[in-house]
C-alpha cells in the first residue's frame, strides 16, 4: 500500500510563494507518474501540474508559467509562485503505480489578503 502525505500548505497573502511536498513511503522511481491537483471549494478536482517517470512536466494553463512540479529521492514538490486568490484550494498529491493510483489527504492553500 503507497502511502502518501502532503505538507506546505497555509495562508498566504496574494503575490506570495509556497511550497508543497508530498512524502511517500516507496521509491519515487518506482512511480510511474507524479501528481497535483486542486480542488476548490464547491467545484471539481482538477489537474495543475503532472510529471512523468522521465521528469518531463505538464501544467495547467491557469498555473503555467508560475507553478514548477519537481521530485528529489523521496518526495515530490509543487513549488508556487505569484499566487492569486483563485488558488485558493485543498491540493492534492496523486501517483500511480503500476495501473493502481494512490491520493494523499490533501493540504489546504488559502490566498487571502
Known amino acids: 500500500q503507497v502511502r502518501l502525505t502532503e505538507s506546505g500548505g497555509g495562508l498566504v497573502q496574494p503575490g506570495s510563494s509556497l511550497t508543497l511536498s508530498c512524502t511517500a513511503n516507496?521509491?519515487?522511481?518506482?512511480?510511474?507518474?507524479m501528481n497535483w491537483y486542486r480542488q476548490p471549494a464547491g467545484k471539481q478536482r482538477e489537474l495543475v501540474a503532472a510529471?512523468?517517470?522521465?521528469?518531463r512536466a505538464n501544467y495547467s494553463p491557469s498555473v503555467s508559467g508560475r507553478f514548477t512540479i519537481s521530485r528529489d529521492n523521496s518526495a515530490i514538490h509543487l513549488r508556487m509562485d505569484r499566487l492569486r486568490p483563485e488558488d485558493t484550494a485543498v491540493y492534492y498529491c496523486?501517483?500511480?503505480?503500476?495501473?493502481?493510483?494512490?491520493w494523499g489527504q490533501g493540504t489546504r492553500v488559502t490566498v487571502s489578503s
Open positions: 510529471m512523468s517517470r522521465s521528469g
Open positions: 516507496i521509491n519515487i522511481n518506482d512511480m510511474r507518474a
Open positions: 496523486n501517483v500511480q503505480v503500476d495501473l493502481l493510483n494512490f
